[in-house]
């Protein structure tokens, strides 16, 4: 059994662990009386604005290729974007879609260094949109927390704001290092990484973009929750999911689950008891957001099939391998160079 197996296994097991648990806590007559009460109008509009979630992901994504000085079309992003979406929720693989979006972009014709780097900054973009939008609408929730719960979410948020600045700062300043250490493939890789964070969030322009998408991403997501609590009448607002549902992404994006799986619900959970949801409205928002997001993925699947048959595609793990080598490879001439 590989290693790549392996990690499948113990996600699928921590996903099945935690949904198992979940569903044991619950009223299962009240959740399936929702399920089988839902609105299916809402439902489609929850679907659509997944559907433009792609259109905004790749405007994020082109962003900040745009400002690292290395642009790609805006359809040709999202359509890698939608193929990375596929790999990250329809499949059960131990990698994320990442390195296909990597690998492809490569392929379009980017340095490798640019790819690698464009798609972490893409990332960090949406962190730092998480941030900002989180802190904005903090006046409007925190009054209806009682003074516990106040106190705990100010200084949860402090220690965002606070963290997102400094990742950001330490980004800016990672070719600092000793000059000895350069003979390191890591190291040259940060001194990269360092150069293209420079001209990302030092350029007003291009940072003030980015950000904007960054933050219309999580404004996306948290209307098609609403959408989805709508649906199944869970009595929450707007202003609730766009400050819920961010940190919930955030949790979610822990590595130790099936595409957040198990690790979403338990988060959602938690986080809409804050504003008095049950449990079980909260538990089946979640699963309904779940099998929405893989069905909205089918579509970036056409996509790899169409690059596939055209020899430019392969699956996640195969990408993975495919970069580090690529890698491997520039940095051994790097050396040689030098």
Sequence with gaps: MTKNQILVILKVIVSGGLIWFLLSSIDIGAAK??????????ILCAGFVLLLQMGVGGARWWAVMRAIE?????????????????????????????????????????????????????????IIGLTILVIAVQPWFVPKLNAETQMLTLTVLAMLGAGTIFGVIVLLYLDRLPEALSKFRIVRGMNALAADSRLLFLRLKGAVLASIFGILTHVNISLCVFFLAMSIGVDVTWLDCMVLMPLVILVTTLPISIAGWGVREGAMVTAFALVGVPGEGALVLSLMLGILGIVMMIPGGGFWLIRRKAGEAMSAADAEAAVEQELENTMDASSKNV
């Design 33 to 42: 009386d929702r399920i089988l009460g839902a609105d299916n109008v809402m």
């Design 70 to 126: 290395t642009p790609l079309p805006w359809f040709e992003l999202t359509k890698l974007f939608w193929i990375g979406g596929f790999f990250s929720q329809a499949l059960p693989s131990s990698v994320g879609g990442d390195p296909i979006r990597i690998y492809m972009a490569y392929k379009d014709g980017l340095p490798l260094s640019k790819a690698i780097n464009g798609v972490m900054l893409e990332r960090v973009v949406t």
